[in-house]
């Protein structure tokens, strides 16, 4: 019999949960660790549509990447996603910069789905993991296997991705070496250039941010928060449906997309 508690401990197995950046907030965020489990259902976010989902698949737990508490709540009532949890009695984990920086993290899934080599090399070391001393941080390089375009490697993004629009800048030079950081990794474009990787790949950039990269000559593509963590969800159910025989995984239908072509 599977209980919440082994759910958590496996992930925790994988992208410890200690390793979490000061001001997140990932663990066990609804519901009691000694509940038994036989369907799951996996959601890069915890929204209304991904928890009526659980409950009519008959869930009895939810995994997120984006924490489903992540700010103080000063209210509750059942339109929040956490309240409609309790509601239904659904438990839910979240692991959101734990996985970030795992030692097989969602960056290194990004150089994977692009079909490149990785490199295994981080781009911003912040942290140490307390029991290992291993070094924690963001993001993922990688090497093309021939010189490529930047339009060519920003539409191998919009394609691998299934980015319904993609934004970037063209750097001054061909492509060798790439680096990532899934979801908001904007800030870190200027260590990419210390570090003389032609092309940056991450999301939420900032106008300035592009205005930067043109000057240094380094590519920089925006391929979507969604797109670059969305990834996450079909490798956590893979490995999880081999841990746990007992247990159904499901993904969730209901995603979320910033970019709609009119």
């Known amino acids: 019999m599977t209980m919440v508690k082994d759910i958590y401990n496996f992930i925790d197995e994988i992208a410890p949960f200690r390793t979490q950046d000061s001001w997140d907030n990932s663990g066990l965020l609804v519901g009691r660790s000694e509940e038994k489990v036989t369907r799951v259902l996996l959601s890069l976010d915890a929204t209304i549509g991904a928890v009526d989902q659980a409950h009519d698949s008959g869930c009895e737990l939810i995994i997120t990447h984006h924490p489903v508490i992540f700010h103080g709540l000063m209210s509750l009532d059942d339109s929040l996603p956490a309240a409609r949890l309790l509601k239904y009695d659904i438990a839910c984990i979240s692991a959101h910069t734990n996985l970030d920086s795992a030692e097989y993290s969602i960056s290194d899934m ?103 990269a043109q000057r240094l000559g380094l590519t920089l593509i925006d391929a979507g928060h969604h797109e670059t963590e969305a990834i996450a969800m079909p490798y956590l159910k893979k490995l999880l449906e081999e841990k746990f025989s007992d247990v159904s995984f499901e993904l969730a239908r209901s995603g979320f997309a910033a970019s709609t072509v009119l």
């Not at 291993?134 to 390089?141: D, E, H, I, S």
């Not at 001054?172 to 570090?195: P, T």
Request: net charge neutral; hydrophobic share 35%; with cysteine.
């Open 110 to 212: 990004m150089v994977d789905t692009l079909g490149l080599k990785n490199s295994h090399q981080l781009i911003d070391v912040n942290r140490r993991d307390t029991v290992t001393g291993r070094a924690v941080g963001y993001g993922a390089t990688a090497e093309c296997e021939d010189e490529i375009t930047p339009y060519e490697l920003a539409r191998l993004c919009k394609e691998r991705f299934n980015c319904v629009a993609i934004k970037y800048v063209a750097g001054k030079r061909k492509i060798r070496r790439v680096g990532m950081v899934s979801g908001a990794g904007s800030e870190c474009l200027y260590q990419a250039h210390k570090m003389g990787l032609d092309a940056f790949i991450t999301a939420e950039v900032k106008h300035h941010e592009f205005l930067d």
